[in-house]
């Protein structure tokens, strides 16, 4: 069974930092899989911000978190993180890992690049919250 667990959410300071891991478990990163970081703010949709293709360590990130966000795997432990630096209060969001099949994990000439409905499994995501 595909299980996957985010942790390290919480409450920060706007231009705080925090750290989400994604464990996975019921397949192995070196399979070829792509996770993603999805978040969802109240009354908004979610939205793709990162992703992992783990074969091969690519990643993308959504403008509006270039340079701010990092996605990273640790194949070893089956576990993808989300480092994210400079956090503004328009980060605010349940955040969500979830992984996909597909060996590219996004397309950046599409609307979005990272699309949801090309991911199969779930966490139960995690609440960041950036407020003083």
């Known amino acids: 069974e595909v299980q996957l667990v985010e942790s390290g959410g919480g409450l920060v300071q706007p231009g705080g930092s925090l750290r989400l891991s994604c464990a996975a478990s019921?397949?192995?990163?070196?399979?070829?899989?792509?996770i993603g970081w999805f978040r969802q703010a109240p009354g908004k949709e979610r939205e793709g911000v990162s992703c992992?293709?783990?074969?091969?360590?690519?990643?993308y990130g959504v403008d509006s978190v270039k340079g701010r966000f990092t996605i990273s795997s640790d194949n070893a432990k089956n576990t993808v993180y989300l480092q994210m630096d400079s956090l503004k209060p328009a980060d605010t969001a349940v955040y969500f890992c979830?992984?996909?099949?597909?060996?590219?994990?996004?397309?950046?000439?599409?609307?979005?690049?990272?699309?949801?409905?090309?991911?199969?499994?779930w966490g139960q995501g995690t609440q960041v919250t950036v407020a003083s």
């Open positions: 979830a992984a996909s099949f597909l060996a590219v994990c996004a397309i950046p000439t599409m609307t979005p690049p990272i699309n949801e409905y090309e991911y199969d499994y």
């Open positions: 019921g397949f192995t990163f070196d399979d070829g899989y792509s």
């Open positions: 992992i293709s783990t074969n091969d360590d690519s990643t």
